[in-house]
């Protein structure tokens, strides 16, 4: 374990967890949900808006922040914390995810990812070590490591040989952060958080014995915590809750377990009752940018018509600044004419019921409650309940 870094489970309800993952840089009450700062900022929002929603910890991306503005300036400017003005903690990503989204612009080989930024079609390459290096001169709480991210779906052939593909990244992707945090001059790379933590991430498609297999490799090598990697990626969403299912118990009890990049207010919820403590998702900050919010009844389109004239808040029940202050019918005059502070008012909302469900999910582990509100969810957010 790396200093700062510790975590304990404080409830569990059946296979669910309530627990506090303790970072240099403050606690986190989890499960836990991070929104997404692509680029140092949860688009549409301050800061100050995400500590008031009860945000404690944030996603950047290091795609993005090694395009623009460079790891170096940021690094020279104190770390990511001191640059974006955010105290909590930060998890930050491999960058691999988005290179591997570019399709055309990028080149897979053993030793890494060569791409072609989406913003000026400069020439960059992503090696385990490169990305691990990004990240400790970022200096996030929680660095990820570079995985291969396999397109679904995938034949069992492809979907093994990439998963040791990132069994061999990972182990280098240790290697390279040990020896960055414990030696005195690590060759001219900035380091901004000695301290920083590092998750492995568990591959194999959807077959349940890679999926084991990568999961007992990936703890071989030891890491601070685990991420199952590779779902949400177009497969049905029963075949995901069956391999977070299959999985979750292939990694060890003592340690956070991190869904990458997943998902609805349901999902939330069935992931937790498989064994999930940690989520990232753009859907609530996206959606709300589209118009979609996401209440205690379901999805709700503010765009609809049949809101023009609802003087009613978006959620009868939800406490957040937008539904305390403004009307359906307001929100959708401003969405209709292309205000800015549509999308503020939006994502404040959207955000909001994203963290209100986790702390209904905290609560009802401690209860024992939480097949109660796993049903609730499943009702309110089954695709026929939305408002489209
Ligand atoms: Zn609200």
Redesign the pocket.
């Known amino acids: 374990m790396r200093s700062g870094f510790a975590f304990r489970i404080t409830h569990r309800d059946n296979l669910a967890r309530r627990g506090e993952l303790a970072t240099s840089r403050g606690v986190i009450q989890t499960p836990a949900f991070m929104p997404v700062g692509t680029q140092g900022a949860v688009k549409a929002l301050t800061h100050r808006d995400l500590e008031e929603s009860g945000a404690e910890i944030i996603l950047a991306n290091t795609y993005h922040l090694h395009l623009r503005p460079g790891e170096g300036l940021i690094a020279r400017l104190g770390g990511l914390h001191r640059f974006i003005g955010w105290r909590a903690p930060i998890l930050t990503d491999s960058g691999g995810y988005q290179a591997f989204s570019l399709g055309e612009r990028r080149v897979i080989d053993e030793d890494g990812i060569s791409f072609r930024s989406h913003l000026d079609g400069s020439a960059h390459r992503f090696t385990p070590e490169r990305a691990t290096e990004i990240q400790a001169a970022l200096g996030s709480d929680i660095a990820m490591v570079l995985d291969e991210c396999l397109a679904y779906p995938a034949t069992p052939d492809a979907t093994r040989q990439s998963m040791h593909r990132t069994l061999r990244w990972a182990r280098r992707c240790r290697d390279r952060l040990v020896t960055l945090c414990e030696s005195s001059a690590p060759g001219g790379v900035a380091v901004t958080n000695p301290g920083q933590a590092q998750f492995g991430i568990v591959q194999g498609g959807i077959d349940p014995a890679l999926r084991s297999e990568s999961a007992g490799a990936t703890v071989g090598i030891g890491f601070e915590g685990y991420a199952i990697g590779g779902l949400s990626v177009g497969e049905p969403v029963d075949v995901m809750y069956e391999v977070v299912g299959a999985t979750a118990p292939h990694l060890p009890d003592d340690r956070p377990r991190y869904l990458m990049g997943t998902g609805t207010p349901a999902d939330l919820v069935e992931a937790v009752s498989r064994g999930i403590d940690l989520f990232d998702c753009v859907l609530p900050t996206r959606n709300a940018r589209n118009g979609q919010l996401f209440t205690g009844e379901g999805r709700l389109n503010i765009r609809n018509a049949r809101h023009a004239e609802d003087a009613g808040p ?2 009868e029940s ?1 406490t ?1 600044y ?2 305390r202050h403004y009307s359906r019918a307001y929100l959708r005059h401003l969405f209709m004419a292309g205000e800015i502070t549509a999308h503020t008012l939006n994502t404040l ?1 959207n955000v ?2 994203y963290l209100d469900t986790m702390r209904r999910i905290r609560e009802a582990i401690v209860f024992g409650t939480l097949e109660k509100l796993r049903v609730a969810y499943h009702q309110a957010f089954s695709p026929r309940s939305s408002d489209s």
Do not use: M, R, S, W
């Open positions: 978006p959620d939800c957040c937008t539904c909302h909001h019921f």
